[in-house]
C-alpha cells in the first residue's frame, strides 16, 4: 500500500512538473508573440496614419520576416499606453512610439526602458523620452516651406503689394505635438522678418487642440468674426485644418485666399485644383515608414542603426541621434507626381466635382 501511494504521489509529481513545464512554454512563447510594436496616435489629426503608416508599416515587418504589430490608440491617452504595456507582455524587443502627447510617449518609453525593451520615436519626438532613435521629417523645413509658399501666393494673388498689407492668420497644430512647434518656428524665420517690416500684418494666432478639424473649424469661425471677414491669408499646420478654414469661406460665401496644408491628402490636393489651397507638403511616407521600420529591425538583429543628423530635446537636455527624410511642396504646377509616386490614386482626386480640375493645367498661385 505504500509503495502504491508512492507511486501515485511520484506520478502527481511528474504530472504537475509536465503541466507547468507546458504552462511556462507557452507564456514564453504568448511573451514572443510579437518582436515590434509601431504604436499610432490617433486617426483625426491626420488620415496618413490609416491610408499610408500602418499598411507601410506591417509590410515592412513581414518582408523582413520579423513579427510585428501596428496599433492605433484613436486619441486615448490610457489607450496609447495599454497598448505600449500589452507590446511589452507579449516580447516586443523595440517599440516604435508615435506617441499622442510627450507625456504620454515618455510613461511609454520609461515603461518599456525599464523592461530592457528600446523605443524609437516615429514623427514625432518625445520631449523627456527615451528613445534610441528618431525617424522623421525636417519639421522646421516643413514651416519654412509652408511660409515660402504663402508669401508667394500672397504676391501672385495681388493681396501682398507696397501699397498692400495683408493681415496672416495662423491655426497651428496641436500644443502637446512638437512637430507642430517645429513647424511654427520655421514658418516664422520666413513671416518674422515681414512682419517687423510691415510687409504683411499679424492676424489670429491659435493651435487647435489635438489637430481636431472640427475644433479648427469653431475656431476659424471665431477669428472671422473677431477680424470682420478681413483675413487675407492664413498659415495652416495640415490639410485638415487647412480644410477647416476652406469650408468656413465657403459657408460665409468668401473668395478663396491663400491657405497653405501639409500631408499631401487627396482632400488638400481637391482644395489645390480647385483653387482654394494654395499649397501642401508631401513628406514621403513611404520613406519615412520604411527607414523607422528598418531601425527597429536592425535594432533586433543587433546591427548598427544608420542616422544622418541629430535633433535637440529640450525638455530632456539630450540630443537624440536622427533619420530625417527631406519634404516637398506639392501645388497646381506638380500635384501629379504623387499619382507617379504611387503615394495617393488618381482615382481618389479627380473624381466628381474635382474631375474637370485635373483636365486643366494652370500655374501656381
Not at 516664422?188 to 517687423?196: A, R, Y
Amino acid at each position: 500500500m505504500k509503495k502504491l501511494l508512492l507511486v501515485l504521489a511520484l506520478a502527481a509529481l511528474v504530472v504537475s512538473a509536465v503541466f507547468t513545464a507546458t504552462a511556462m512554454a507557452k507564456s514564453k512563447a504568448k511573451k514572443a508573440s510579437v518582436q515590434v510594436c509601431a504604436l499610432l496616435p490617433d486617426t483625426k489629426s491626420s488620415v496618413r496614419y490609416t491610408l499610408f503608416d500602418k499598411p507601410l508599416l506591417e509590410k515592412a515587418f513581414k518582408n523582413a520576416g520579423i513579427s510585428g504589430q501596428v496599433l492605433n490608440a484613436q486619441g486615448d491617452t490610457q489607450t496609447q499606453i495599454t497598448q505600449g504595456q500589452q507590446c511589452v507582455t507579449n516580447g516586443a524587443k523595440v517599440i516604435l512610439v508615435d506617441g499622442i502627447d510627450s507625456g504620454t510617449a515618455a510613461a511609454i518609453e520609461k515603461s518599456a526602458k525599464a523592461a530592457g525593451v528600446k523605443t524609437i520615436d516615429y514623427d514625432r519626438l518625445t520631449l523627456g523620452g527615451s528613445a534610441s532613435y528618431y525617424v522623421s521629417f525636417n519639421n522646421v523645413t516643413v514651416g519654412k516651406l509652408q511660409a515660402k509658399a504663402l508669401v508667394a501666393a500672397m504676391k501672385a494673388k495681388g493681396v501682398m503689394t507696397s501699397s498692400k498689407k495683408p493681415v496672416v492668420a495662423e491655426l497651428d497644430g496641436a500644443p502637446t505635438d512638437n512637430n507642430a512647434t517645429l513647424f511654427a518656428k520655421g514658418a516664422h524665420t520666413v513671416l518674422d522678418p515681414l512682419f517687423k517690416s510691415g510687409a504683411i500684418k499679424k492676424g489670429p494666432k491659435q493651435a487647435v487642440p489635438g489637430w481636431d478639424n472640427q475644433k479648427a473649424l469653431t475656431i476659424f469661425e471665431q477669428m472671422l468674426t473677431k477680424t470682420s471677414n478681413k483675413i487675407n491669408a492664413v498659415l495652416a499646420a495640415n490639410d485638415g485644418l487647412g480644410n477647416a478654414v476652406i469650408t468656413a469661406l465657403k459657408s460665409h460665401k468668401l473668395k478663396a485666399i491663400p491657405v497653405t496644408g501639409q500631408d499631401a491628402t487627396p482632400q488638400g490636393v481637391q482644395n489645390i485644383i480647385s483653387g482654394w489651397q494654395s499649397m501642401t507638403v508631401y513628406k514621403a511616407v513611404p520613406l519615412e515608414a520604411n527607414a523607422a521600420a528598418a531601425a527597429a529591425i536592425n535594432l533586433i538583429k543587433g546591427k548598427k542603426v544608420a542616422t544622418n543628423g541629430v535633433t535637440r530635446d529640450t525638455v530632456g537636455k539630450r540630443n537624440v541621434p536622427s533619420i530625417l527624410e527631406v519634404p516637398q511642396t506639392i501645388n497646381k504646377a506638380n500635384y501629379q507626381i504623387l499619382f507617379k509616386a504611387g503615394f495617393i490614386k488618381k482615382s481618389e482626386v479627380c473624381v466628381g466635382a474635382f474631375k474637370k480640375f485635373c483636365k486643366t493645367y494652370t500655374k501656381p498661385y
